[in-house]
C-alpha cells in the first residue's frame, strides 16, 4: 500500500492538543515534508508534528537540541564570573596584606587620590581607581566599583 504524502491526503501525525498520534489531513506541505496538518479528531489546524512512537526512535537527537540552550546560558555565566574575578584580583592586588592604618576612613569631605586605600562604613575596604574630578572619584569595593563624592566642603 503506497502512503504517499500530499496535500489533502490523509497522514498520521501527533496532535498536541488531543495528546495522540491521530490522523490528520495535509494542508501544507514544503520539500515534500508535511509543514501543516489538520487534526481530524478536534478540528484544529497545526503544524505538523511526527508521531511520538516515531520520536522516541531518535531520541538523541532531541536531547541534544535540548541541551543547547543551557549550554549558551552555561557560557554567559562563565564569562561574567570571569570580568568578576578580574575585577577581585584588581582589587585583592590593591588590598591583600595592607595594614588598617594604610585605609583612610572614607568621608565626603575628605580629598582622595587615585590609589589612595580608603574604608567605607557600609561598602567595606576599597581603592580610589580613578579621581573623576574635584567632587567625584571611582571606588573600587570588593562587590563593585561605586562613584563616591569627595572633596565636599562645609
Ligand atoms: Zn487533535
Same mark, same amino acid.
Given at each position: 500500500?503506497?502512503?504517499?504524502?500530499k496535500v489533502a491526503g490523509e497522514i498520521v501525525a501527533h496532535c498536541r492538543k488531543c495528546g495522540l498520534d491521530l490522523?490528520?489531513?495535509v494542508c501544507a506541505m514544503v520539500a515534500g515534508v508535511p509543514k501543516r496538518v489538520l487534526c481530524k479528531t478536534c478540528g484544529q489546524e497545526h503544524a505538523y508534528h511526527r508521531p511520538q512512537e516515531e520520536r522516541g526512535a531518535s531520541r538523541s537527537s532531541s536531547s541534544e537540541r535540548t541541551a543547547r540552550p543551557a549550554g549558551t546560558s552555561k557560557s554567559k555565566s562563565v564569562h561574567e564570573a570571569d570580568t568578576e574575578s578580574a575585577r577581585e584580583r584588581a582589587w585583592r592586588d590593591h588590598i591583600a #596584606?595592607?595594614?588598617?592604618? %594604610?585605609?583612610?576612613?572614607?568621608s565626603p569631605?575628605?580629598?582622595?587620590?587615585a590609589d589612595?586605600?580608603?574604608r567605607h562604613a557600609k561598602f567595606g575596604d576599597g581603592f580610589?581607581?580613578?579621581?573623576?574630578?574635584?567632587?567625584?572619584?571611582?571606588?573600587?569595593?570588593?562587590? #563593585?566599583?561605586?562613584?563616591? %563624592?569627595?572633596g565636599l566642603s562645609g
Amino acid at each position: 500500500m503506497s502512503t504517499k504524502v500530499k496535500v489533502a491526503g490523509e497522514i498520521v501525525a501527533h496532535c498536541r492538543k488531543c495528546g495522540l498520534d491521530l490522523a490528520h489531513v495535509v494542508c501544507a506541505m514544503v520539500a515534500g515534508v508535511p509543514k501543516r496538518v489538520l487534526c481530524k479528531t478536534c478540528g484544529q489546524e497545526h503544524a505538523y508534528h511526527r508521531p511520538q512512537e516515531e520520536r522516541g526512535a531518535s531520541r538523541s537527537s532531541s536531547s541534544e537540541r535540548t541541551a543547547r540552550p543551557a549550554g549558551t546560558s552555561k557560557s554567559k555565566s562563565v564569562h561574567e564570573a570571569d570580568t568578576e574575578s578580574a575585577r577581585e584580583r584588581a582589587w585583592r592586588d590593591h588590598i591583600a #596584606g595592607q595594614p588598617a592604618s %594604610a585605609f583612610a576612613l572614607y568621608s565626603p569631605r575628605g580629598t582622595f587620590v587615585a590609589d589612595q586605600l580608603l574604608r567605607h562604613a557600609k561598602f567595606g575596604d576599597g581603592f580610589v581607581s580613578r579621581v573623576i574630578d574635584a567632587g567625584k572619584i571611582e571606588v573600587v569595593f570588593r562587590d #563593585g566599583a561605586r562613584t563616591l %563624592a569627595h572633596g565636599l566642603s562645609g
